[in-house]
């Protein structure tokens, strides 16, 4: 890798962790491409280099996040396909819960802009593919209820998080409702024979 090319990712490092701060400090809305620039220390039009809008540094969070949780359920599956999910989705949970405002601000672009909201649902598709493959050697009748069921426990978790101030931490709110949807069901209880003197007697 040659020089240009080291001092290009370079910029492109601080850009994100520029653009990554003042989400989490002051929100979607209130960020700028402006601000995001002067903070990296970069001339505006630099970020447009390396970034086509505000929005893709977020689609690049939810690769981040949704990568993290692919190599958590490839590292569990030698536990076998149950740890396998669990781990899937408490990553998730894990990169999401490091910062609510963070979220927040990837909660807003996906819910106004379409083309984040698309990149979102093929990153997040990508996850929910191993959650069927890996549910389905657990409840193979039963796989894509169970997967859609992870997937939908940690949105609505994350959804929780992030509207509430006072919400416990992600994972938290995660760990019940993963481990009730992994449990196994119960056993119908068996049907006893009526007692001898209740049966109905044979006609000879």
């Avoid at 940690?154 to 993963?178: D, I, K, Q």
């Amino acid at each position: 890798m040659n020089a240009r090319q080291l001092a290009a990712d370079d910029t492109r490092r601080r850009l994100y962790v520029a653009a990554v701060a003042l989400f989490a400090d002051a929100g979607y809305h209130a960020t700028t491409v402006d601000a995001i620039a002067k903070r990296a220390g970069v001339a505006k039009g630099t970020f447009f280099v390396h970034f086509a809008t505000k929005d893709a540094v977020l689609v690049d969070l939810v690769r981040k996040q949704t990568a993290v949780a692919r190599a958590a359920r490839t590292a569990a599956l030698v536990h076998g396909p149950i740890a396998a999910l669990r781990a899937t989705v408490l990553a998730l949970g894990a990169e999401a819960g490091r910062s609510r405002e963070l979220s927040r601000a990837v909660l807003a672009a996906t819910l106004e802009n379409p083309a984040v909201s698309q990149d979102a649902d093929d990153l997040f598709g990508l996850v929910l593919a191993d959650l069927m493959t890996d549910a389905r050697a657990v409840r193979p009748h039963d796989h894509e209820t169970l997967a859609r069921g992870l997937m939908g426990a940690y949105l609505g978790a994350a959804f929780h998080f992030t509207s509430s101030r006072t919400a416990p931490g992600l994972t938290e709110l995660l760990v019940p409702l993963v481990d009730a949807l992994l449990r196994p069901p119960l056993a119908l209880e068996p049907r006893h024979a009526p007692p001898a003197a209740h049966r109905p007697r044979r006609r000879s």
